[in-house]
């Protein structure tokens, strides 16, 4: 909310504090003051390397060239129409001015004024903002002629001292504005803009701010503001209670409702400073009825309504008014004062008389009742409720205002009929009105005092500080709190403008926060935890998944994490699902469901990237959701790759780059697995893996247990992506299946003797996996054999149709120095068996 | 005699300077040091001299044979030399040409600040605990302490799940990690529930608000709190814990403030600014023109939380707080796009 500092002075002293001291002071009690405003005091001005503080905006108003003046007489242009000459008199000299102000315009010609008109006046020289620019755009006033006519200096709108953006009329001052003071001292303003948090609602006004800062400050509060403690004037007319009686009907959501009454109020605009403050707390001025329940409520907390007590009484038959407060029907309908006709459901809240509504209570007036500007006499109601209603009340009919910005924070009771006084003083004040004797207060449920017990030994526990059951009950006596020091025990009393206090231990958290504030949290030591250290275990869940992105990360492959939230129609370009955990407010058609592939997420992350490189291979590791029926869903954790493009980078001198296919992702794996010391691994091709490519792709298995299946996408698949000409190649893992293997660990020793290289290569049939001559290779070379490593496939018809030949680097490896006899050895029963098993034949 | 050594001397020596490559050096060597050469000519001819010349043309001879061959070795060196520079000159290369590159991986950024938060606070004790995304209603709001209908609701506007019928206890996308803590306490009050071990945990992973999505905010992103419980723990600690991490996050010289705040799950609460690390305090775009970023909110946890998770708040007390690192990677890279982070444009995780 804003408020502007001159407001906050009618009720503390600032003197000697700057607007930052007091945007400090504010932001680290917890009313964060987002961005100082500026409207005419000097603006601070930081030196080469200074630091600053807050965000600030604004203009300052030059002293010497910025003053208030007093128009004298209007006179016309002699050669514009549409322009006056202003005779005005600055405090100093006497000046013309020209204007084309239209809200002076009526005067023109007609001779001198009997009573000179305030103006803001700025001279030759001033900087101001561009009154016909678009925007905020500084501007310093020179001298022009203008029609024939000199003109040097200016009186000034709102928009070009930066208090609005009105530039459509010239100010005008209260008529006891003193002519010739500097305008910075008469009304120059910094706004503060502050947030409020949800359990400061107590200070969503200029009085709460005051009241913070005089505990931040040790000031006095001048909440003795004669203003609100005014009963209305005793007088011969007739009392309100005598007028208007109140029946609530749902007390607890209703606590309170309370009414006065003014007469004889004439509706025009309000002063010039009521108005200049509002506008600054950004709230549009209207006539002095509605600005005073507005100012009101800013200053108090306290939201009003104003109703035309003639129309009530109009409706009541010239009787007594029966106002009741009551649940409305389902279906019942109010129109409110914007004019919308709104449908009402039982959970809100309807003021009404005999007739029928008027408002919707505590969050919108209705439009019959509504104050116009024939408005003679005036109800004045301010009435409480319960927070949560309202809340829910302003979102059903999309009505943020400024009543249920508070009511929905919270507003005490209490606050209900200062805030009538209040309001009923500034309409006497503004309008001139006359305040009816009494006020109508039926309150059935008056909220429980919030009492807690302090004790030193609690403050030490939770803050880590040693104070005083004197001094605790001084920080909080500050705050308005009522402390009563009794056998070591400090019972503490909220203060009536306060909802936010609780009992017991949440009271007890409540209390020591304020004593926290209080004290000021920079003044609370900072020390090392002293309680045990709890055992250490680390999260191996935790830290095997890390291990496993910085393995896929070695393997060149690039990280991707993507949004939980993806559609069906996306995902199932991929893979088909029935059942989806689906959202009840989605946030938009393309993210209305959870995932249930991560392949589906690095492919769509792939599509997205696809023209930006010639060779991609990413990585995800994280959750998929399945839905499991009026249940939590399962969250199971997945890996998924997708590699796609060049095997090489091309360059200036590499040219014949060829791409990826299902060996370049096995091999991948491969590495993948090795280096989680996975072992036992087989690879099975299979067809029932619908999205992949039947012929170019597999299972990966442990034993008997399918860890994750890769191979090449299937062309129908890839089709209904976007994803270049290359073959894609995709795995997916299921990261419990895993992480349920058991590692292999232990390394072969190496061996002092040196190894013995051959080759050997066999012709087979095209049936026998390269997997079965493998095998039979290491299985009967047993020990002997410490590598065998394929090193080439070859067809021809030489070899003959429907046979292939493979060849192997056999690594021969010994206890001892191994001869070439020994080899040969070994040699001729590997192949021998080879023959035996799978009909091979040596290739010579 | 000596005349023809010297005559010998001074011909060969001359006739060395044209020499350039190894054939013509091979020649010089045969004509001027070979069997046939005049110098080796001299050599046979020595026992026909007299005895007196003997010792004196000796010796010169000697001398002659060792300058030249000397000067021949060196001269070797030089066309050796002369060759070497001449191929290290011809093999120049344009090294501004651009170098074979290969194509390599790299964690996401935000795994990256992840692992940063994460190593910090594994060094302070605090381990890493994780738990659902999917979440009810209970455990991200009403077990912290966020009544139904409470305002605090508005700070986190919710996704929730889709169920065939109303409950009070909906499904919903966790707003925070902060379910995680609840689950922690009951998992460590199971051991032993009438004296419930002391915690010190690190909760990271994704968190989801109902936002639209803009360049500042996201539908997603990734949370990492700090908890602490025991028996005496007070706010004291929490600054000085807050003070140790920000110092080993941002450095030993980073200011920071504690501002109060509030969180339904903590009383007091604290946001913590750091002494914006981009202009050093002085005011920028990044802080707006502050001098200070907000970089995390913290608290003592809040008796009810506390209690719904099994540590009575008479005996125990604690304090957690909360981070983002995906906030924090925008504002040390002055990233403007929150956008950038799941949109994976590989020429934004390339930088990385
Ligand atoms: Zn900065």
């Known amino acids: ?844 | 005699m000596l005349d023809k050594l010297n005559e010998i001397e001074k011909s060969a020596l001359e006739s060395l300077k044209s020499v350039t490559d190894a054939a013509a050096l091979e020649a010089w060597r045969v004509a001027n040091l070979g069997r046939s050469s005049a110098l080796m000519g001299v050599f046979s001819e020595f026992g026909k001299l007299s005895k007196e010349e003997k010792p004196v043309i000796g010796a010169a001879a000697n001398r002659v044979k060792v300058k030249l061959e000397a000067e021949f070795e060196s001269q070797v060196q030089a066309v050796k030399n002369a060759a070497l520079a001449k191929s290290l000159e011809e093999e120049k290369l344009d090294v501004t040409l651009p170098g074979r590159t290969k194509f390599i991986g790299r964690l996401h950024p935000s795994t990256q600040q992840l692992r940063r938060v994460l190593a910090i606070l594994a060094e302070m004790g605090f381990q890493v605990y994780t738990s659902r995304e999917v979440e009810t209603d209970e455990y991200n709001f009403q077990l912290l302490n966020f009544p139904p209908d409470h305002p605090a609701r508005d700070m986190q506007d919710t996704f929730f799940i889709k169920t065939d019928s109303e409950t009070d206890n909906p499904m919903l996308m966790r707003t925070h990690t902060s379910p995680g803590q609840i689950h922690a306490m009951r998992q460590f009050t199971k051991t032993n529930p009438q004296d419930p071990p002391p915690i010190r945990i690190a909760l990271p992973g994704m968190c989801f608000r109902y936002e639209q999505i803009t360049a500042r905010s996201e539908v997603q992103f990734n949370q990492v709190e700090g908890l602490a419980v025991g028996k005496n723990i007070t706010f004291a600690d929490l600054k000085g814990t807050i003070a140790d991490f920000v110092r080993r996050m941002f450095g030993e010289g980073a200011r920071l403030r504690f501002r109060a705040s509030y969180f339904p799950f903590t009383e007091p609460s604290a946001e913590v600014d750091v002494e914006c690390f981009v202009c050093g305090g002085k005011g920028c775009q990044v802080c707006k023109n502050s001098g200070w970023l907000e970089i995390l909110g913290c608290g003592m946890v809040h008796p009810v939380v506390l209690q719904n998770g099994g540590y009575d708040p008479k005996i125990y007390s604690g304090f957690a707080w909360g981070m983002g690192p995906e906030r924090q990677l925008m504002l040390r890279n002055k990233i403007n796009d929150i956008r950038y982070f799941w949109g994976n444009d590989v020429r934004f995780l390339e930088q990385f």
């Open chain 1, 1 to 844: 909310m804003k408020i502007p500092i001159s407001w906050l002075k009618d009720f503390i002293d600032l003197d000697g504090l700057s607007v930052e001291d007091i945007a400090r002071k504010l932001t680290l009690a917890g009313m964060e003051v987002d961005e100082i405003l500026y409207v005419g005091l000097p603006m601070p001005v930081y030196k080469e390397g200074e630091k600053h503080e807050f965000k600030t905006n604004g203009i300052a108003w030059d002293k010497e060239k910025i003053v208030v003046a007093e128009i004298r007489e209007v006179k016309a242009h002699p050669n514009a129409d549409k322009l006056t000459l202003l005779d005005l008199y600055d405090g100093e000299k006497d000046q013309v001015v020209l204007t084309g102000a239209p809200n002076i315009f009526h005067l023109k010609g007609t001779g001198r004024l009997e009573k000179p008109i305030k103006v803001a006046y700025a001279k030759e020289g001033s900087v101001l903002y561009d009154g016909h620019a678009e925007g905020q755009v500084l501007m310093t006033l020179k001298r022009a002629k203008i029609r024939g006519v000199d003109s040097y200096s200016m009186v000034c709108s709102e928009k070009e001292l930066g208090i609005t953006e009105e530039s459509d009329g010239i100010i005008l001052l209260d008529d006891d504005a003193p002519v010739g003071t500097p305008l910075a001292d008469y009304i120059g303003d910094a706004v503060l803009d502050i947030s409020i948090l949800p359990n400061m609602a107590r200070n969503a006004n200029v009085i709460g701010i005051a009241r913070e800062l005089a505990a931040l400050t040790g000031r006095e509060l001048k909440v003795e503001s004669p203003k609100l403690q005014v009963q209305p004037a005793t007088s011969n007319l007739q009392s309100v209670t005598d007028l208007v009686e109140i029946e609530l009907k749902n007390p607890e959501i209703n606590p309170r409702f309370t009414a006065g009454l003014i007469r004889d109020v004439e509706i025009k605009p309000s002063p010039y400073e009521v108005q200049r403050r509002l506008k600054l707390a950004g709230i549009r001025a209207i006539s002095n009825i509605v600005d005073a329940t507005n100012y009101a409520m800013l200053e108090l907390g306290q939201p009003l309504h104003a109703f035309d007590y003639d129309v009530l009484k109009e409706r009541a038959g010239k009787k007594k008014v029966k106002l009741t407060v009551r649940s409305a029907k389902d279906g019942e309908k109010v129109t409110t004062l914007d004019n919308k006709e709104r449908t009402l459901t039982s959970s809100n809240l309807l003021v009404c008389d005999e007739k029928g509504s008027l408002a919707l209570g505590g969050v919108m007036g209705g439009l019959e009742s509504e104050v116009t500007d024939n408005t003679k006499n005036i109800l004045l109601e301010g009435a409480a409720w319960n927070f949560i209603n309202i809340r829910k009340t302003a979102k059903q009919h999309n009505l943020p205002s400024e009543a249920s910005f508070r009511f929905s924070r919270g507003v005490h009771p209490a606050m209900a009929d200062q805030g009538v006084k209040l309001g009923l003083h500034y309409m006497s004040q503004w309008a001139n009105g006359k305040i009816a004797p009494g006020i109508v207060d039926v309150y059935p449920l008056k909220p429980k005092d919030s009492v807690v017990q302090v004790t030193a030994q609690d403050v030490k526990k939770l803050l880590g500080i040693d104070l005083t059951l004197q001094q605790i009950s001084d920080l909080l006596t500050k705050l308005d709190f009522k402390c009563k020091i009794t056998n070591n025990q400090l019972q503490v009393t909220a203060p009536n403008h306060r909802m936010d206090i609780g009992e017991g231990a949440i009271g007890l958290a409540d209390v020591l926060e304020e004593v926290a504030r209080s004290y000021g949290y920079d003044n609370i030591p900072t020390t090392t935890m002293a309680d045990a250290l709890p055992p250490q275990t680390g999260n191996p869940v935790h830290e095997w998944e890390e291990h496993l992105r910085d393995l896929l990360v070695a393997l060149g492959l690039q990280e991707v994490l993507s949004y939980r939230m993806t559609s069906i129609e996306k995902e199932s370009r991929v893979v088909q699902h029935n059942t989806y955990v689906q959202f009840a407010n989605p946030i938009a058609p393309e993210k209305s469901v959870l995932r249930r592939s991560l392949i589906a997420s690095v492919l769509d992350n792939l599509e997205k990237n696809i023209r930006l490189s010639d060779s991609f291979a990413l990585f995800e590791i994280g959750s998929i959701f399945e839905p499991v029926k009026n249940n939590l869903p399962n969250e199971p954790r997945k890996l998924a790759i997708a590699m796609t493009g060049l095997r090489k980078e091309n360059a200036w001198d590499v040219k014949d780059s060829t791409t990826y296919d299902f060996y370049d992702l096995k091999g991948r794996l491969e590495l993948l697995l090795s280096g989680l010391r996975l072992t036992n691994i087989s690879y099975a091709g299979s067809d029932s893996i619908l999205h992949l490519h039947p012929g170019k792709c597999a299972e990966i298995k442990i034993g008997a247990v399918v860890i994750g299946v890769f191979g090449e996408l299937h062309p129908l698949v890839k089709e209904k992506y976007e994803l270049g000409d290359s073959p894609v190649l995709v795995a997916e893992f299921d990261l419990e299946a895993v992480r349920g293997v058991n590692p292999t660990y232990g390394i072969t020793p190496v061996s002092e003797f040196p190894p013995v290289y051959e080759d050997i290569a066999v012709i087979v049939d095209e049936s026998v996996l390269a997997e079965t001559v493998e095998a039979l290779i290491k299985q009967t070379g047993g020990r002997s054999v410490s590598q065998v490593k394929l090193f080439d496939v070859y067809r021809d018809e030489k070899i003959g149709a429907g046979k292939k030949s493979l060849a192997y680097n056999l690594t021969y490896q010994s206890d001892k120095t191994m001869t070439d006899a020994d080899a040969a050895a070994i040699r001729n029963k590997i192949v021998k068996r080879l023959e035996h098993a799978v009909g091979a034949k040596l290739r010579s």
